[in-house]
């Protein structure tokens, strides 16, 4: 059985800057200011976080990798790289830029790194020319943010990208980002303690509602943290749909319920009693080992407490390799 993390991070090492390079600021520039440590700062000067070399260094990955006897990562680029507001040609020349060294990494360590690519997605047009670029990669997915410039998932103008990531066979990981209520959230960290959970379980009930995943029944999504509050929240969701028909189901869509184990999560809850209620409420097959390495808010300790949980030997094997595996279209033998 192999150890698969579905969701980890990894930036390049340098880049130009793109305040120069596109002649408009609000990029994200990397300041390295002393041996390993960087730090992550908007073209105006506004800090954004401070990383160490395990953010960009593949060999820095693998010692933590090995160190946790982690086989395989999933490694996708860190949300706020991903650019939407940008100008859509500026925007599909840094994806590509990140796709490259993506690729690159995974190339050099195929049987220890999968690569998820990232999209223009401001652009719905470059956005499918990218996805099939990536195809051509041998990235077997891409990575999207929970809403594109603050429209929902289920936007009518995103349906030929679902169609084409559907047709193309790649995975689609959704991670959340401009999350809702940030005026709200600025302070105590609240916007990834209470903003991210609401922001993915926005986009869940978006896709089911706006009739998502009915229209694209063999779409593969994944939902970053467990789903968020989703599951939790899925029996008010539920009778939602029932009380108030005229408003949740006006796309003539299932109860929300029967959406469960048409999409994955991964599985960072950070304890034993969060992740026994997940996998009651979705389901063994569908839930997949993961960390957010390398940052803080992450499962650092790498699954460490669903190794210690008294789970079925074959519930083990589909959180830690076979559900990711699914997700992915990927078979074993080619990550041994």
């Not at 059985?1 to 880049?15: Q, T, V």
């Not at 070399?53 to 086989?71: F, G, K, Q, T, Y």
């Not at 593969?220 to 968020?228: D, K, L, N, S, Y």
């Not at 499962?299 to 519930?315: Q, R, T």
Request: aromatic letters at 12%; glycine letters at 8%.
């Amino acid at each position: 059985m192999l150890k698969i993390d579905c969701h980890a991070h990894i930036l390049p090492e340098r880049w130009p800057s793109l305040k120069d390079k596109y002649g408009y600021g609000g990029f994200i520039e990397l300041h390295h200011h002393k041996p390993g440590w960087a730090r992550m700062v908007r073209d105006d000067g506004t800090f954004f976080r401070e990383i160490e070399e395990n953010c960009w260094s593949p060999d820095a990955i693998l010692r933590d990798m090995d160190a946790h006897n982690v086989d395989v990562m999933v490694l996708c680029t860190v949300p706020v790289l991903f650019s939407y507001w940008a100008e859509p040609a500026d925007a599909l020349d840094w994806t590509r830029f990140l796709n490259d060294h993506l690729a690159e990494v995974v190339r050099a360590h195929p049987k220890r790194f999968v690569g998820l690519g990232t999209l223009p997605m401001q652009d719905v047009d470059l956005a499918i020319q990218e996805l099939a670029r990536c195809k051509e990669l041998g990235l077997p997915g891409i990575e999207i943010g929970s809403n594109i410039n603050g429209s929902n998932l289920d936007d009518k103008r995103l349906f030929p990208f679902w169609q084409a990531a559907q047709d193309m066979q790649m995975a689609v990981f959704v991670h959340p980002w401009e999350m809702l209520g940030a005026d709200r959230t600025s302070q105590y960290f609240l916007q990834w303690l209470v903003g991210m959970p609401a922001e993915t379980t926005l986009a869940i009930t978006a896709m089911i509602f706006g009739g998502v995943f009915d229209a694209f029944p063999t779409l593969r999504v994944m939902f970053a943290h467990a789903g968020g509050s989703f599951p939790f929240t899925l029996g008010r969701i539920g009778h939602g749909y029932l009380a108030r028909p005229d408003l949740c189901n006006v796309n003539n869509v299932q109860h929300p319920s029967a959406y469960v184990g048409k999409f994955w999560v991964d599985g960072i809850t950070h304890d034993a009693a969060s992740l026994q209620f997940l996998l009651s409420v979705m389901g063994s097959n569908r839930i997949c080992y993961g960390t957010d390495y390398p940052f803080p808010l992450g499962d650092l300790e790498h699954g460490s407490f669903i190794e210690g949980m008294e789970l079925a030997p074959e519930i083990k094997q589909q959180l830690l390799q076979d559900n990711v595996l699914s997700f992915l279209n990927l078979d074993e033998s080619s990550l041994k």
